[in-house]
C-alpha cells in the first residue's frame, strides 16, 4: 500500500471514530456499585416482561437517598423492548442509594448505590438555576452567572434523524453555536411543517427542508394517520442523542414540548394520549442538566389551549419535575397574569419601543429574570422563511442589545435555520448564499465574559444618547452608530477621572484603553458605520 493510500485510509477511520455518538451512560441493573461522574447522566436499565396494555404509563420510579439523607423521587419509563429505565443525574457528589418501586414484581423494590464523583467533567457547571440574592439573574449549579444567548431552531431534532451512526449535521451547527457564544437552543420536542407559503428556491436544495416528514413522529403512525395508542420509542432514542450531544458541549436545550402553529397532529387536549406524551416527555428529558421546560410555543396563539389546559399542564410538570429544572411559558400574557406560575417570564415583542418595554418587565417582575424569546428580528437568508418586522443583521443585533441593555435575555433567529428551513453548514454554502452574522453574537457573549452580566444593572437615568448598564465600578453604554457624541458631565462632577474604551460591536474590536482626567465628549471610533459599547470605569472620587 502507498504511502498516500495508507494516509488516506488513517484520515477515514479518524473521521468514522470521531462522529459523536452523543451516548447517555448505560448501566445494566446490579446491586454492586455503579460510579458516575458529578452532573453526568445514566441510565439504569432494567429488564421485565409485562403483559400490560399500555407499559408507557406504568407506575415506576425510584427513590434515592443522597448523601446528606434528602430524598428524591425519580420517575421511570419504558424504553422499548421490555425495558425500563431510570435516568438519573446528580450535582451533589458522595454515595447515594435507591429503591424502585413499581406495579410490576420484576421491577419492584429494586435495590442500588451510586458514586458520585465530585470533580466532574472539566468545564461542566451543572444545570441552569436561580440565586434568591439575584433572582433577576440566571446561574449555573456551579454559582458560575449565565448570561443567557438563545439561538432558535425548532428542526433540530430532525437533522441526524435518520442517520444511525452519529450526529454529523447536529454536531456541525452546535460547534458554529458554540464558536460564536450560543448557549441555549429554543427547540421544539416535535414539529411537523409551517403553514405559510415556501420559498420557491427551495426546490433547487431539498437537503436544507425539513418540513413535513413522512416517518417521523412521537407516537405510532405518522403526522398523517396517528395511532395514538402508544409512543414511538425510536423518534425519543433519536432525541436523546440531540439533547445528550447538546449536554456534552454545553448547550442548554429550551425545549417546548408542545408547539400548535406547526402542523403537528397533536391528540386531543387531557385526553389519554395528551397525558402519555407529556408525562412521558418530562419523565425522560428531567434528568439533563441542560433542561429547561416550556410548555409550548405560543402557548394561548390560535384557539386551542387556554389559561386552565396550561396551569394543569404545569401542575402536572411540577409533580414529575423530579430534577426542579425550570419552567416557562412562550406566552407573555400568560406570564403575566401566572407570575407566580413560571420560573421566569418570556416575553414575544415585536414593537420598535422594546428597550422601554423590556425595561418594564425588569421593573416589574423584581424576583424573576425575564427572557425576550422572540423580538421580530428574523435575520435574511438565501431563503424567505418567515420575515417578521426586521432582517437586517445589525437590525436584529440591535434588538438585542436593547434587551440585554434592559437587564433581560434575548434570542437570535436565522431564517435559514429557525424554522422547517435549516442549513446546518452555512460557511460551507456557495458565495451566493447569504450568510449569517454569528460572529456579532460572539463579540457580545465575549463582552459580557468580560464583565459579569449579573453584576449589572440597567440605569435608565444615565442613558444619554445610548443606553446604559452599570455595576459598582463600571458603566457601559451601548451606543448606536448614528450617534456623533456621547456626553457623560456627571461623571466629571462626581469623579476626578475617567478610564475608558470602545468595542465595535461588529467586529469586536477595542479601542485602544485610555485615561481621561478633564471633561470632554465621547465620540465613537465607528461614528456612522458601526454600533459600539462605550466602556468606562471611573477613578477617584471627588469628596
Request: overall charge neutral.
Amino acid at each position: 500500500m502507498s504511502s498516500v493510500r495508507k494516509l488516506l485510509l488513517i484520515v477515514f477511520c479518524i473521521s468514522v471514530f470521531t462522529i459523536s455518538k452523543a451516548e447517555i451512560k448505560k448501566e445494566k441493573y446490579t446491586k454492586s456499585l455503579i460510579a458516575i461522574q458529578k452532573w453526568e447522566v445514566v441510565d439504569i436499565s432494567f429488564k421485565a416482561k409485562s403483559k400490560l396494555k399500555n407499559p408507557f404509563v406504568v407506575d415506576f420510579s425510584a427513590k434515592f437517598i443522597s448523601p446528606q439523607g434528602k430524598e428524591q423521587i425519580v420517575p421511570g419509563f419504558y424504553n422499548g423492548e421490555n425495558e425500563w429505565l431510570i435516568r438519573f443525574s446528580t450535582a451533589e457528589a458522595g454515595k447515594w442509594s435507591y429503591t424502585t418501586s413499581s406495579e410490576i414484581k420484576a421491577l419492584n423494590a429494586k435495590k442500588g448505590v451510586l458514586l458520585i464523583d465530585e470533580k466532574g467533567r472539566e468545564g461542566q457547571k451543572g444545570g441552569i438555576v436561580l440565586n434568591p440574592e439575584k433572582p433577576r439573574n440566571f446561574f449555573y449549579e456551579s454559582g458560575k452567572s449565565y448570561f443567557l444567548t438563545a439561538f432558535e431552531c425548532d428542526w433540530l431534532y430532525a437533522l441526524d434523524y435518520h442517520n444511525e451512526d452519529g450526529l454529523p449535521k447536529t454536531e456541525h451547527l452546535l460547534d458554529l453555536l458554540n464558536e460564536n457564544g450560543f448557549n441555549q437552543v429554543v427547540m421544539n420536542v416535535f414539529s411537523y411543517d409551517v403553514s405559510w407559503n415556501k420559498d420557491k428556491k427551495l426546490a433547487k436544495h431539498p437537503e436544507h427542508e425539513y418540513g413535513g416528514p413522512k416517518d417521523i413522529f412521537p407516537f405510532l403512525g405518522n403526522n398523517d394517520k396517528p395511532d395514538y395508542s402508544a409512543l414511538n420509542v425510536e423518534f425519543f432514542k433519536k432525541l436523546d442523542r440531540t439533547i445528550e450531544l447538546m449536554n456534552e458541549k454545553d448547550i442548554v436545550s429550551h425545549l417546548m414540548i408542545y408547539v400548535w402553529n406547526k402542523l403537528v397532529a397533536w391528540p386531543e387536549m387531557y385526553s389519554d394520549a395528551d397525558n402519555m406524551y407529556y408525562d412521558y416527555v418530562v419523565k425522560r428529558y428531567g434528568a439533563f442538566p441542560n433542561v429547561m421546560w416550556d410548555v409550548s410555543k405560543e402557548a394561548l396563539y390560535y384557539g386551542r389551549a387556554d389559561d386552565a389546559y396550561i396551569l394543569e399542564r404545569i401542575k402536572r410538570l411540577r409533580e414529575g419535575n423530579a430534577f426542579n429544572r425550570l419552567v416557562t411559558v412562550h406566552d407573555y400574557g400568560f406570564c403575566k397574569r401566572h407570575p407566580e406560575s413560571v420560573d421566569f417570564i418570556s416575553r414575544q415583542d415585536w414593537t420598535f419601543s422594546l428597550y422601554h418595554n423590556m425595561l418594564d418587565d425588569y421593573n416589574n417582575y423584581k424576583t424573576k429574570p425575564v427572557f425576550n424569546i422572540e423580538h421580530g428580528g428574523y435575520e435574511a437568508s438565501p431563503y424567505e422563511v418567515f420575515v417578521g418586522s426586521y432582517i437586517d443583521p445589525e437590525v436584529c443585533l440591535r434588538r438585542n442589545y436593547q434587551c440585554v441593555f434592559a437587564g433581560v435575555y434575548s434570542t437570535y433567529y436565522w431564517q435559514a435555520a429557525s424554522w422547517n428551513v435549516v442549513i446546518h453548514n452555512p460557511y460551507e454554502q456557495t458565495e451566493d448564499f447569504i450568510k449569517p452574522k454569528f460572529e456579532y453574537f460572539k463579540h457580545m457573549t465575549n463582552l459580557f465574559s468580560k464583565f459579569d452580566f449579573s453584576k449589572f444593572k440597567p440605569t435608565p437615568w444615565r442613558n444619554q444618547a445610548g443606553y446604559c448598564l452599570k455595576s459598582d465600578d463600571t458603566y457601559l453604554f451601548y451606543v448606536p452608530n448614528e450617534t456623533y457624541q456621547f456626553r457623560a458631565e456627571f461623571l466629571f462632577h462626581e469623579y476626578e477621572s475617567v478610564e475608558f474604551q470602545w468595542m465595535n460591536t461588529l467586529t469586536g474590536e477595542y479601542s485602544q484603553n485610555m485615561v481621561i482626567n478633564k471633561k470632554q465628549d465621547f465620540e465613537s471610533p465607528w461614528y456612522n458605520n458601526a454600533d459600539a459599547v462605550l466602556i468606562i470605569k471611573p477613578q477617584n472620587k471627588k469628596n
